[in-house]
């Protein structure tokens, strides 16, 4: 029986390719690649500055020093997400407030922000949810009315778009930062970025990524640096940049190979689903659909050969989380929607024939026609 999960890479023979070429140059770091794939970033998204790390998760800390935000400073991000978009917040020391999501598009609800504001609230973070993006007009508003730092969690939404710009743009944001980890649309194997239009935070977040340390002109010899603050070494490598070029040139045939995935569950499993509204242009990267008994549904679907994945976990409800005082109940609609959610396949190379056995398995499980 083939089996399936519910994402996965698409390497080409021009990516292999691509990185082979990188294995046999002088530069393996810190060579042209890099700035290469930084520069293709920015010309897909139109932010002005890209700084590539080794993972989003880096990315998102180096985001936050940027800010200066450490301790007494409150974060305020969603409870469905991967665990990097809060722990961010909590390596520099500041606290996490997790606001609640918006039933039908699992994203971040504004008006729930709004509640979880204090005197010490320093940024929000929204998580474009299975690439979908957050209404970010409102939430840029609601940013600006209180003197807050927005930084758009985009490791889903990677060629998505909201009200015509490109996620990323940071039309709407102070920074944004992608993953290039291999069930992301597009693969670096581990990898992240952080877009920005802010020449002051570029500056910073280049500093951030490689320890600190600052070369400048007015230096007299060309071996001085300074380290001016405690920077971490979270680079990305230019074997990893070249493949990641290598996928950007890839990402509209992923984007369109997605939406066909969409669209056929759409029609064939008539299931509660994200809905998607009018503002967003998602390059979907998950498909999760609610399902009554989603225990008994996880096992069966594996039994029948389907590996799925429930996105997420409440963050809250993680031991650390509930050792800083959250607890089960917190946040009803994200738990009520964990209860429920698990992500179908989706990755670029199921082939029509692939999707319609995934259908009569589903529709078996659930004793529908
Ligand atoms: C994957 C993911 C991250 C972390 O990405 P890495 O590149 O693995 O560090 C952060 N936030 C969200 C929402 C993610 O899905």
Redesign the pocket.
Known sequence: MKTYSYGKQNISEADIQAVVDVLKSPYLTCGPKVKEFEQAICDYTGAKYCVAVN??????HIAMLALGIGAGDEVITTPI??L??ANCARFCGADVKFADIESDTANIDVNEIKKHITSRTKAIVP?H?AGQSCDMEPIRKLAQEHNLFVVE?A??AIGSEYKGAKVGSCKYSDMT?F???P??TITTA???AVVTNNKDLYDKLCAYRAHGMHKDGAMANTWEYEMRELGYNYRMTDVQAALGLSQMKRLQEFKTRRRHIVDFYNKNLNLPHLIEKDYSNACFHLYPILVENRENFYHQARAAGLNLQVHYIPVHTQPYYQQLGYKWGDYPKAEEYYRHCISLPLYPSLTDEDLAEIVNRIKAILCIK
Do not use: P
Request: charged share 10%; no cysteine.
């Open positions: 993972s989003a998760t880096s990315g998102l997400t991967f990097s978009s998580v949810f969690d490791a889903h930062v993953s290039f980890h069930v992301k581990e990898g992240g």
